[in-house]
């Protein structure tokens, strides 16, 4: 199936809600910690110098601000960014930040510093987690990428079940697993 070159708000947002219910089980996502998730936004349109790390034609998930950014059309890269994959993947960032306050702290002062030096480890934590609910979901999809690599390795050393331990862990504790090679 070919996806759609553009979306409108309303379809996202259904896919997004979608998304959202399919892997909220697969988080194991407890009463408690779903009455700390609040409704996120969609934005389509980013105003010049917000948030100037951000490429503009790649979606994203603004933990800070609760919204999901998706440019008004596909750029055309390898994946297309309506695709479910895509949107699945920034779900996963949604649900992360909302279970794990360890980590949403540490992005936040992360963002929050002068020289926006990233934590090399700490985005491939991030990016590992959002990327799994894909290998769950059997959405693996032809994409070259080093995130792509680690998941993989991770999810078939350890499996489906592993998601809600690698969503809720902070980074020493992924650091002390043997997360990182």
């Known amino acids: 199936m070919t996806e759609p070159k553009t979306m409108t708000t309303r379809l996202l947002n259904a896919r997004l809600e979608h998304f959202i219910q399919v892997l909220l089980p697969l988080f194991r996502i407890t009463e408690k910690e779903l009455e700390l998730f609040k409704k996120p936004r969609i934005r389509r349109i ?3 110098g917000e948030f100037p ?3 503009r034609e790649v979606p994203a998930y603004s933990f800070a601000e609760n919204f999901f950014y998706f440019p008004l059309k596909d750029p055309g890269y390898q994946l297309n960014v309506f695709s479910n994959p895509v949107v699945c993947h920034e779900v996963g960032h949604f649900i992360h930040y909302h279970i794990n306050p360890v980590i949403l702290r540490q992005k ?3 963002f929050e510093t002068a020289n926006r030096q990233p ?3 700490l ?3 991030v990016e590992i ?3 799994y609910s894909n290998f769950i979901l059997d959405m693996n999809y032809e994409k070259d990428s080093w ?3 680690e998941a993989k390795m991770i999810y078939h050393k350890y499996g489906a ?3 809600p331990r690698l969503s809720r862990i902070s980074l020493e504790e992924a650091i002390d697993f043997g997360i990182f090679r």
């Open 46 to 48: 980013l105003r010049p």
């Open 53 to 55: 790390e951000k490429r």
């Open 108 to 110: 936040i002062a992360e």
């Open 119 to 121: 934590n090399k480890r």
């Open 123 to 125: 985005y491939k934590l």
């Open 129 to 131: 987690v959002a990327e």
């Open 147 to 149: 995130i792509m690599e």
């Open 161 to 163: 079940e592993f998601l």
